[in-house]
Each structure stands twice: as structure tokens, then as C-alpha cells.
């Protein structure tokens, strides 16, 4: 396997951490940048690293000689591409060099990766490239990405945002797996050019597939002093290290319509969705104390022809910008389209079924859990109806009810909660708080 690093930045913004050096040899507890990042390549099977460089290529080609003298098991090179050209620019200078299917990597960021994993997902996709994306806290002012139901992207939206827009959660990463042959079109693009912002969209425009690998994992650029911070508190708080794919994931999975917003009836509109007092505030204490978190809803509106597949991501895209505003984001959103009685007007026969994803059977929770690696002992499902606590039951995750919505009023099923909880704030309490006992105890 090969990968690319993109090493030829300045890095103005860093410069008082660097000194003479390089943006890719800025030292992450102690360690140069460029130097964990090789590593990270070679333990997840990359065989061969090409370094375009440009500002102070002299320093990083004395370091590259220098790792390689004591790091056998992977072949490195420097390519000096003569003048700033952008990133997907730099790159479409050396194809030439370059294997059939490369993975590329900016040389500010510090991620951790199943490289193997997500190359996968690629060759899988047919795409002609893959973007790792994933939420972050700050979409409002972030680049963002939207994907189909089928992973590939549909569009992306630059910042800056026009005042209200509803737009999913999708951050481009900057980690992409390429094939060469889709690019050498674009050999005479103009310069300077971004993959993102530039060369991406072409190629969308184009017709070509770009599919979106939406993953937890820890990827984060350190461009600046304040994220270079974060960035090494995380590695010594152990952050990092729990985010890797391998590591069981401690998941809470939440119901929609009465416990993350306001029961109206069935929200069929963006405009329906108003958030519970609290609730985002709530989601973000999960997001800080490295829970997973997963929506699993059941949305009859669409079976019943209230709601198509696109108004139903407007109404997700609302529900993730309305997060964002507390600095909180889903992991991942999962919906059950089907409802299996028949009868009404402009209903949709192919999703008038019963299934084994429309709660309380429990195919949500079990393909987020799939999908996130977690470990369901230490994990939960908080629902404000009889059906979402049958549906915990069954898929082994402990069960919270809320008072808000149904309140468990509904009474479905005979399936007692473990705990019930006022609301989503006094249930994301009640979680961290048996989870500080719990780390207490071992």
C-alpha cells in the first residue's frame, strides 16, 4: 500500500511553536509530527510513504534520512514539487509516481486509523475516491459534506453557511483513499487547488463517485497553538488510544420524538423539530465523556407517504445543526421507514412491511453497535415508550425512560426500565454517574 503526505505548508499560523522547523516536525509530546505519522502508516500496513514537500524540504529530507536509519519496513521518499500548488494540486504534479489506489494524508494532522479497514470500504464502494468524514462540534462554521443513503456524496456545502441552513454533520477529514486513473483528467486543473474545495466538487460535477466513510476514529488537524493543546492533552489523557476502531466503544442510543424534541404529532417537516430543554446541552456531555452516541427512530411518516427520504434528511439536517449550536453531535443516525398496517392515503406499499429494525425489535441498536464496535454491556438505550425499552431489553443494553413524550404512557409492552429519568439531561446524569462509579470500582 501507498500513501502520499501532503508536507509542503508553511505553517504560519504555527509559528510560534516551530521555530526553523517545518510544520510536519512540530513535536506532539515530544515526538516530531512526521514521525508519528510514518509509524502510524507502517503499523497499519503501508509499505511505501512519498513526501511532497516544499517550505524547508532541506529539514525534512535530513529527517526522513534520519528515520530511516533507525525504522526499517517502509520506504520513504521526497518529492520536491517546486512552488505552492494547493494540496490536490502538489499531488496531481507527481502521478506519474504514484500506484493505481494511493491513501492521502495532510502532514498537520494526527489520527489514528484503521487504514485497512477504511481502503475496504473503498475498494468495496467502487468509488474513485473516499473521503473519511465525521461530525464535529462547530458545523455552522465548518466545510461540510452530504452523502445519500448509500454513503456516496450528493453535495458539498462551503462555509460560510447562509443564516438558518440546515445542513448535515459532515466534516471532510482530509484523509482520502484515491485511484489514480480517476485523476489523470485532471492532470491540467488550474493552480493553485484544494481536494476540497476545489478538485472534489470538479470531479462531483463530473460525474464521478466520491463515496463518504463516516467514522469515530481520531483525526484531527494542529494547525494552530490552541489545537496543537488539544491535541497532545488528548494523547495523555488516553484519548486518542480509546477512539481506535479496535477498542469496544461505550454507546448510548437514543430515541427521537419525545426524547430528544418536542412530541408534535409526527414530525414531517423540518420546522416540526424543536428540541427538549436541555437535551443538546445533555448530548454533549455524552460527546465529552467519549460516549458514542447513536439515533435509533421509527419514522412511520415516510411508510405513510407524509415524508419523503429527503425531507427526512432536511429534518436530520435541522436536528444536527440544532445540536451544533451546543457544541454536541450524533455519531451516527439510524430510522426505521416501515410501518406494517396498511390504509393510508399516499402511503408507500414497499415499505408497508414488518421488519426487524421498527422497535421494539432491536436491528437499529444491533446495527449501530455493529457499526460502532460497542461494547453493549457498558452500553444504553434512553426512550420515552414502552417499545424502546423492549427494544433494549433485547438487543442486552440497559434501558432508561424518560418522562417527557409518552413517559412510557403508551403501554405497548410489558418491559420495565431500569431507571427512569425526568428528562435527557437526568438521564445522561445517571449514566455518568454510574460510569464514574464503575471506573471507580476497577
Given amino acids: 500500500?501507498?500513501?502520499?503526505?501532503?508536507?509542503?505548508?508553511?505553517?504560519?499560523?504555527?509559528?510560534?511553536?516551530?521555530?526553523?522547523?517545518?510544520?510536519?516536525?512540530?513535536?506532539?509530546?515530544?515526538?516530531?509530527?512526521?514521525?508519528?505519522?510514518?509509524?502510524?502508516?507502517?503499523?497499519?500496513?503501508?509499505?511505501?510513504?512519498?513526501?511532497?514537500?516544499?517550505?524547508?524540504?532541506?529539514?525534512?529530507?535530513?529527517?526522513?534520512?534520519?528515520?530511516?536509519?533507525?525504522?526499517?519496513?517502509?520506504?520513504?521518499t521526497t518529492v520536491d514539487d517546486g512552488a505552492p500548488r494547493g494540496t490536490s494540486g502538489a499531488l496531481l504534479s507527481v502521478l506519474?509516481?504514484?500506484?493505481?489506489?494511493?491513501?492521502?494524508?495532510?502532514?498537520?494532522?494526527?489520527?489514528?486509523?484503521?487504514?485497512?479497514?477504511?481502503?475496504?470500504?473503498?475498494?468495496?464502494?467502487?468509488?474513485?475516491?473516499?473521503?473519511?468524514?465525521?461530525?464535529?462540534?462547530?458545523?455552522?462554521?465548518?466545510?461540510?459534506?452530504?452523502?445519500?443513503?448509500?454513503?456516496?456524496?450528493?453535495?458539498?456545502?462551503?462555509?460560510?453557511?447562509?443564516?438558518?441552513?440546515?445542513?448535515?454533520?459532515?466534516?471532510?477529514?482530509?484523509?482520502?483513499?484515491?485511484?489514480?486513473?480517476?485523476?489523470?483528467?485532471?492532470r491540467d486543473f488550474p493552480e493553485p487547488s484544494d481536494f476540497g474545495r476545489d478538485l472534489f466538487p470538479a470531479m462531483l460535477a463530473a460525474g464521478q463517485r466520491l463515496f463518504g466513510y463516516n467514522s469515530f476514529e481520531y483525526i484531527k488537524d494542529l494547525g494552530t497553538p490552541a489545537r496543537l493543546d488539544k491535541v497532545e492533552d488528548h494523547l495523555r489523557r488516553g484519548v486518542v488510544a480509546r477512539a481506535a476502531r479496535g477498542r469496544r466503544q461505550r454507546c448510548v442510543f437514543l430515541d427521537r420524538d419525545g426524547t430528544l424534541n418536542r412530541p408534535r404529532g409526527h414530525v414531517a417537516r423540518p420546522e416540526d423539530l424543536v428540541l427538549i430543554p436541555g437535551a443538546a446541552e445533555a448530548v454533549r456531555r455524552l460527546n465529552e465523556a467519549e460516549f458514542r452516541v447513536a439515533l435509533v427512530t421509527n419514522q412511520p411518516v415516510l411508510a405513510r407517504g407524509e415524508c419523503t427520504e429527503e425531507g427526512m434528511r432536511a429534518i436530520h439536517a435541522r436536528l444536527d445543526m440544532e445540536l451544533g449550536r451546543a457544541?454536541?453531535?450524533?455519531?451516527?443516525?439510524?430510522?426505521?421507514?416501515?410501518?406494517?398496517?396498511?390504509?393510508?392515503?399516499?402511503?408507500?406499499?414497499?415499505?408497508?412491511?414488518?421488519?426487524?429494525c421498527r422497535k421494539p425489535e432491536p436491528g437499529l441498536i444491533l446495527r449501530a453497535a455493529e457499526e460502532l464496535n460497542a461494547d453493549l454491556a457498558r452500553s444504553w438505550m434512553i426512550g420515552d415508550t414502552t417499545s424502546d425499552m423492549l427494544a433494549a431489553r433485547r438487543a442486552g443494553v440497559r434501558g432508561i425512560l424518560v418522562?417527557?413524550?409518552?413517559?412510557?404512557?403508551?403501554?405497548?409492552?410489558?418491559?420495565?426500565?431500569?431507571?427512569?429519568?425526568?428528562?435527557?439531561?437526568?438521564a445522561v446524569g445517571l449514566i455518568l454517574a454510574q460510569d464514574v462509579r464503575r471506573e471507580s470500582a476497577a
Avoid at 457544541?327 to 398496517?341: E, I, K, N, S, V
Fill in 1 to 76: 500500500m501507498q500513501a502520499v503526505i501532503l508536507a509542503g505548508g508553511k505553517g504560519t499560523r504555527l509559528a510560534e511553536r516551530l521555530g526553523p522547523l517545518p510544520k510536519p516536525l512540530v513535536g506532539v509530546c515530544g515526538v516530531p509530527l512526521l514521525e508519528r505519522q510514518l509509524l502510524q502508516l507502517r503499523a497499519n500496513g503501508v509499505t511505501e510513504v512519498v513526501i511532497l514537500v516544499n517550505h524547508a524540504a532541506d529539514r525534512i529530507e535530513r529527517f526522513v534520512e534520519g528515520f530511516l536509519v533507525t525504522h526499517d519496513g517502509l520506504s520513504v
Fill in 96 to 186: 506519474d509516481r504514484l500506484q493505481e489506489r494511493f491513501l492521502v494524508v495532510y502532514g498537520d494532522t494526527l489520527f489514528e486509523i484503521d487504514v485497512a479497514r477504511f481502503g475496504d470500504a473503498h475498494r468495496r464502494s467502487g468509488a474513485d475516491a473516499t473521503l473519511f468524514l465525521h461530525p464535529n462540534d462547530h458545523p455552522h462554521d465548518s466545510d461540510l459534506v452530504e452523502t445519500g443513503e448509500d454513503g456516496f456524496v450528493i453535495r458539498f456545502h462551503p462555509k460560510p453557511h447562509p443564516e438558518g441552513a440546515a445542513l448535515p454533520n459532515l466534516v471532510n477529514a482530509a484523509f482520502y483513499m484515491v485511484e489514480r486513473a480517476a485523476l489523470l483528467r485532471w
Fill in 327 to 356: 457544541g454536541a453531535w450524533l455519531d451516527r443516525a439510524y430510522l426505521c421507514p416501515h410501518h406494517p398496517d396498511a390504509g393510508f392515503p399516499g402511503e408507500v406499499p414497499a415499505l408497508k412491511v414488518a421488519c426487524t
Fill in 403 to 426: 418522562r417527557t413524550g409518552e413517559g412510557g404512557r403508551d403501554g405497548r409492552y410489558e418491559a420495565p426500565p431500569e431507571h427512569v429519568a425526568d428528562d435527557l439531561a437526568a
